[in-house]
């Protein structure tokens, strides 16, 4: 029997992919526990509708200022310290937040900070594989923590089904800060053997420099990309719960248990996105182009199909689909900047425009549901769709990468 073997580039890009996917699904499982617990907190009179709304917009807007600021950080200190006091700082938060949520201020403030150092993983990780993986393993290799990022969804639903809301914010803080030891270690060991380096790109010197090289690889069209979808990612996938319970009519916990397995098949969207993207040629355009018009057509089912199970199949194609956009945004475009230097800054900019607008838009959807209705949200969602494929149409030819 020939045995097989594996290269060291890629048994490289293999470890230090899983401990970026274990590292980031710790980060999702926190971020999603108030989304997926929010039914139960309102069924047990702990926190009404509006505040759940507020509380989400206070965690994306710090979250969205800590990408900003953390990301630039990220180009200059390394990696293992962003990611390891990011996750213990976060769990402390997160644990302090469920401790007093009685209490606004110090809710508003531990639930807030949460999100600011949380935002110090994602920017330096993917600048730290987009550096020290060879080009044709960074997709696949940004493949674990883009999938973590989607499957911590249904695993926060899973906590929500079987714990208590105050035991579930619990757990999650204490997997934030036992993941925080461990990378610290894992990254160590990785720096002392050479297989993470530093300081092997530089930003481009000069006045405008670096926006100069930016804007030449296109960001502004995806400055618009990470609007449109963070919208969904972040803020369709928070009011999910909600949308089960208030609008098809399902018990908290049912709705727990739904939004669980609906994320999960969600979760897949980082595996199709790539299985599409090199079907499709490595052609991004198109793969974003292809992935918004499905999207745009599942909302309108949505609006259309009352039906609970029909209702629900649509939103998961959705929001899948809405999904496999996003990760053309952060599996291939981001990781594409490493030339630049800029890698964990872009990445960090990218996430903080996306981010205040889920921010915004939180608050505004937790309003609409009482304007509009839920009805009318689900066209704003379609109207999102529809400025994705306009967005994405191939104004200029995207460069194919080897990834």
Known sequence: MKRITISEKARNAIMLGVMCAIAYLAVYLARNILSAVSPQMIELGVLPTEKVGT????????????????????????????????????????????????????????????????????????????????????????????????????????????????????????????????????????????????????????????????????????????IITGVVRTTVVFWLPTYLSQHLGFASDTAAL??????????????????????????????LLLSFSVAAVAFLLVYLLPHPAANIACMIVAITSSNCAASMLWNIYCPSLRD???VSGATGFLDFVGYMSAAISSTLFAEATTTIGWGGLILVWLALMLAGIVVSLPYHKFKKTTA
Not at 61 to 68: D, E, K, N, V
Not at 86 to 93: H, K, P, Q, S
Not at 114 to 135: C, S
Request: proline residues 2%; glycine residues 8%; charged residues 10%.
């Open 55 to 226: 509380l989400s917009s206070a965690f994306f807007i710090t979250y969205a200022i800590g990408q900003l600021i953390n990301g630039s950080i990220g180009d200059k200190i390394k990696t293992k310290y962003m990611i390891c006091f990011g996750l213990a700082l976060a769990g402390v938060c997160n644990l302090l937040f469920a401790w007093f949520v009685h209490l606004p201020l110090a809710a508003y403030a531990a639930y807030g900070m949460t999100g600011f150092f949380l935002a110090m993983i994602y920017g330096p990780m993917v600048k730290l594989v987009a550096e020290n993986i060879d080009p044709i393993y960074v997709a696949r290799c940004s493949l674990g923590y883009n999938f973590s990022s989607f499957f911590g969804s249904p695993l926060a639903g899973l906590l929500a089904v079987n714990l208590t809301w105050n035991t579930a914010f619990s757990v999650s803080s204490a997997v934030l800060i036992i993941m925080a030891v461990i990378c610290f270690t894992v990254f160590h060991q990785m720096e002392r053997h050479g297989i993470i380096r530093y300081g092997q790109y530089r930003k481009p010197k000069g006045s405008g420099g670096g926006v100069k090289v930016l804007i030449k690889h296109r960001i502004i069209k995806f400055i618009f990309i990470s």
């Open 258 to 287: 739904l939004f669980t397995v609906s994320t999960l098949i969600i979760s897949a969207a980082a595996f199709l996105a790539i299985f599409i993207y090199e079907r499709l040629n490595r052609n991004i355009d198109t793969t």
């Open 340 to 342: 630049t230097g800029m």
